[in-house]
């Protein structure tokens, strides 16, 4: 059957029924063309891209222009090609999408587990555990920030120490090397008092409390010479701005607390190991050594301690108290304001007149005492009621005076008083005699001599007592020749010791 009616219809010649095609309908153009078809099944189809099924399927060759999609989308198929997908609502898709040009997300994008490097499948941004990220290369971890905020570096992947960031090992030598912060000016012009980089200590927005600085010490060489100094600042309590110089390592090892010296002229700068400038001249501006556990300790300083100049000084800090002890004047001399000098090592003394260690003008001995007398002549004889004396000794040299206070003498045994040291003992031909005039009281002067006097023989520990006379021998003095209970005797004696 054909409808032929050009008037009611415009640019449709004809709608028929084919012929022996039963339940089919086609419309037609001019031209004789077909351009829609309704089968047997319902089914309209438009030219041969377009087929709408009877229970609501669309098939589309070509291309689907359309201002809204409505519906799920669950079963959408055969979009792998397709140039641009968008929805209002969360869209899934269960294979692979594969994006060529620049992606935009307005939003999260919420990922499962990595995000991977095309053409390097084992280098990834990864999501390994709750609240971790990491960064993979080569299949292993090489950085990770875990669930506690810490920044590990070099291949640990967990770490329980309370700290911000954790380093292990470097690139060359793997975990098990030694871990290497590196930190690079942006340039290789590096001069005298460029700074190269900071390690800065403050709180949150930039109140700086200390820096830890690296500055150029001179030109660098590239390769060859690379002078740099270290320079440690803080902040003092009433201080809020750039922190000041404390401490500095110089390119040639000196550690300089306080500053630079004066003049670098005067010192080593390739020997001396560490400087300090005070910033006045007391004892607070110098170094404090203080005992553990107490409040006692020492000052060393540069001042004018013990009223001296320009002197090195020590000053004792004992529970607060101040008081100077030592003070090396600048032209050699010693002052000590407190306590005495002494060697723990006996044997060791004053070296005087000699510029070297010499025995024979070492003074290495010195003592104030007193010693008590005894009789020590056979026979006994000599009572003695007072008989201490004192004594002092330098060196070598001793120096004795007292008085024999004698008792009830008698006997004929000798005098023979004990003293405090032995005297030194003869040298070939160097005779060690010591005598000393006595004043006497009661005392028989044997009628041939005219007098009688003290005498310390060699390497003996106590004097004897000779009369004397002019052209005769002399002759010792003995016990009986004291006056019983009246005798008095007093004597100063000088002499060597051994």
Excluded at 12 to 41: A, K, Q, Y
């Amino acid at each position: 059957m054909t409808i032929i009616n050009p008037k009611s219809i415009t640019g449709v010649t004809s709608i028929t029924t084919p012929s022996g095609s039963d339940n089919l309908f086609t419309v037609h153009t001019n031209n004789t063309t077909e351009r829609i078809r309704i089968n047997n099944d319902g089914d309209v189809i438009v030219g041969s891209g377009i087929t709408v099924s009877s229970d609501g399927d669309i098939f589309a060759t070509g291309v689907c222009t359309a201002t809204s999609f409505v519906g799920s989308g669950a079963n959408l198929t055969g979009v792998a090609s397709t140039e641009n997908i968008r929805t209002n609502t969360n869209a899934t898709f269960l294979q692979n999408i594969n994006v060529s040009g620049t992606s935009t997300v307005g939003g999260d994008l919420n990922i499962a587990d990595k995000i991977v490097h095309i053409g390097d499948t084992n280098t990834a941004i990864r999501f390994p555990a709750a609240d971790e990220i990491s960064l993979e290369g080569g299949g292993s971890t090489r950085v990770k920030v875990d669930s506690s905020g810490r920044l590990l570096v070099g291949g640990l992947t967990s770490d329980s120490r309370t700290t911000s960031m954790i380093i292990n090992g470097n690139s060359s030598t793997g975990a098990t090397g030694q871990a290497i912060l590196n930190m690079d000016i942006g340039t290789t012009s590096i001069s005298d008092g460029t700074s190269i980089g900071v390690f800065r200590f403050g709180a949150t927005g930039d109140r700086r409390g200390a820096d830890i600085k690296a500055e150029g010490a001179g030109t660098w060489s590239a390769g060859s010479s690379h002078p740099t100094n270290l320079i440690f600042s803080t902040n003092a309590a009433s201080s809020a701005s750039t922190p000041t110089e404390r401490l500095r390592i110089t390119s040639g090892g000196i550690v300089q607390i306080g500053g630079a010296t004066e003049n670098s002229a005067d010192i080593d700068t390739s020997n001396t190991k560490l400087t300090i400038k005070q910033s006045g001249g007391g004892a607070e501006d110098g170094i404090y050594l203080e005992r553990t556990g107490e409040r006692r300790g020492h000052y060393i300083y540069v001042g004018g301690g013990l009223s001296q100049s320009d002197a090195l000084c020590v000053t004792t800090n004992q529970l607060g108290t101040d008081t100077d002890l030592l003070a090396i004047d600048r032209g050699g001399d010693i002052a000590v304001g407190a306590g005495d000098i002494f060697f723990s090592t006996s044997g060791k003394g004053i070296v005087l007149g000699a510029t070297s260690n010499t025995d024979s003008n070492t003074l290495d001995d010195y003592e104030e005492g007193v010693h008590t007398m005894t009789q020590l002549g056979s026979g006994g004889g000599v009572p003695l009621s007072n008989a201490v004396i004192r004594y002092t000794k330098i060196g070598n040299i001793c120096q004795v005076s007292g008085m024999l206070d004698v008792g009830n003498a008698s006997g004929s045994s000798s005098v023979e008083i004990s003293l405090p040291f032995t005297s030194k003992a003869d040298s070939g031909t160097t005779k060690s005699r010591t005598t000393s005039a006595l004043m006497h009281k009661y005392c028989d002067v044997n009628n041939s001599y005219i007098n009688i006097v003290g005498y310390i023989g060699q390497n003996e520990n106590y004097f004897r007592i000779y009369n004397v006379a002019d052209n005769n021998d002399w002759h010792q003095f003995l016990s009986g020749d004291f006056n019983a209970n009246n005798a008095e005797l007093f004597f100063t004696f000088v002499y060597q010791t051994a």
